[in-house]
């Protein structure tokens, strides 16, 4: 009976660990690029917060092209002293009746609906611009988070051999083959090793977590970037600022919004000087029994005189507005220019000294540790030079990690500063 209970138990713990197991690769996701954007755009709360905004705007977009409400003025008497009556609607009472509509004249109407248009305009380029700046944060924090997780296997590696070798030394300098002052070298390398680990892990603790709220993640989540190394060298070599500069006045979203509220600022001029013109209100009237007449019928106009308020200074102001908006506008294309330019300067920089680099590099010193550590073990290098050797290869193999991440995110700086995907990452 015993054996059988222990089989049983055996049996619940294998398929407690297989769960748990299951568990955590579900909480592990591998995402590309297009992946994460996928689920970027149909989960981040920040975005539909802005289509919604969309919709506002364009609902008063219609509201905008919709008239004034006529008014309506009805004068009843209340009682009539003469017949004794309450509110006495007969021949020998007193009903005055009026409905009255506003007609806004000048170009009014029109201008109000072109500047709702302006904004309905401009909340739909707000979105497409929060995007752009959304999808560098996703797409940089994807390259930061795989060229972390990279340096961590290098971390962990090189801990596990430092491990080692800390361990055979120590049993050498019990026995008295070795000087303690080699085995608190190797410890001292082991500890900086550690410690440099704990705080990539920090950082990539700190990225995992932005992507968690990019991608409206749980907290358990845990994304592993699926990104390609390779990069086109070709493709950057033809990359040409003058022309990025064109296209990226055309494409990028901060650029158009600017030219749109450049625009708002015309059409508001448009409408203060639409304020000089009177609007005009008119409609019917019946008047029952007070007139000169009884049942008199007659039309009612009416027009403001412009003697005290002319609107002019809100037309100065209006005009003011214009030429701010449009020196912002000449500013930010100054701008564009320079970001572009900077872009394609810096990711050709980058790209030039990644395709310096030997793409066996890595594989190289690789195998060099391997016959290090081997002749260390052969007695054939002393350990300060091994030592120096693991300095090396970290050193080396962080900065190769961080060029080919560093080059990525020349690569995103450049799309984002044209507005468009004009090479590929």
Do not use: C
Request: hydrophobic letters at 40%; a negative charge.
């Amino acid at each position: 009976m015993l054996k059988y209970l222990k089989s049983f138990f055996s049996f619940i713990l294998i398929i407690a660990a297989v769960s748990a197991s299951a568990q955590a690769a579900n909480d592990t996701l591998r995402l590309n690029l297009l992946q994460a954007e996928k689920i970027f755009m149909d989960k981040n709360l920040s975005i539909l917060a802005a289509k919604y905004n969309i919709d506002a705007y364009s609902a008063l977009v219609s509201q905008a092209k919709k008239w004034d409400n006529p008014t309506l003025n009805i004068d009843e008497n209340i009682y009539n002293q003469y017949t004794k009556k309450y509110f006495d609607n007969t021949s020998t009472g007193q009903t005055y009746v009026q409905v009255q509509q506003l007609i806004k004249l000048g170009g009014k109407r029109k201008a109000a609906v072109a500047i709702a248009k302006d904004n309905y305009e401009i909340a739909k380029l707000q979105l497409d611009d929060l995007l752009r700046n959304l999808q560098l944060t996703l797409h940089s924090d994807l390259f930061n988070a795989k060229n972390f997780i990279e340096a961590d296997k290098l971390f962990a590696d090189e801990t596990t051999e430092l491990e080692k070798l800390a361990n055979a030394i120590g049993e050498q300098v019990k026995v008295g083959n070795a000087a303690t002052k080699d085995l608190l070298r190797v410890q001292a390398d082991l500890f900086s090793t550690k410690n440099d680990r704990l705080q990539n892990q920090k950082q990539l603790i700190d990225v995992e977590a932005e992507l968690r709220q990019l991608l409206m993640l749980p907290e358990n989540a845990y994304v592993i970037p699926m990104v390609s190394d390779s990069i086109s060298s070709a493709a950057v070599e033809k990359l040409d600022a003058g022309s990025l500069f064109l296209i990226a006045k055309d494409n990028r979203s901060d650029f158009k919004i600017q030219q749109m509220q450049t625009q708002q600022q015309q059409h508001n001029v448009d409408l203060q000087r639409a304020g000089e013109v009177p609007d005009l209100t008119l409609g019917p009237e019946f008047d029952h029994n007070s007139n000169y007449i009884t049942d008199y019928w007659g039309l009612a106009i009416s027009m403001p005189l412009p003697i005290l308020n002319t609107n002019r200074k809100n037309v100065k102001a209006a005009k003011s507005f214009l030429s701010q908006s449009q020196e912002q506008q000449m500013q930010l294309e100054k701008n564009v220019a320079t970001d572009v330019t900077s872009a394609v300067q810096k990711l050709k920089s980058s790209a030039t000294l990644n395709e310096n680099v030997s793409e066996n590099l890595g594989k190289k010193y690789d195998e060099m540790l391997n016959n290090m550590l081997l002749n260390y073990r052969q007695r054939n290098l002393s350990l300060l030079e091994l030592m120096d050797f693991f300095d090396t290869y970290k050193d080396t193999k962080l900065k190769a990690l961080q060029l080919i991440n560093d080059t990525h995110n020349a690569i995103e700086e450049v799309n984002f500063s044209v507005g468009k995907n004009v090479i590929p990452n």
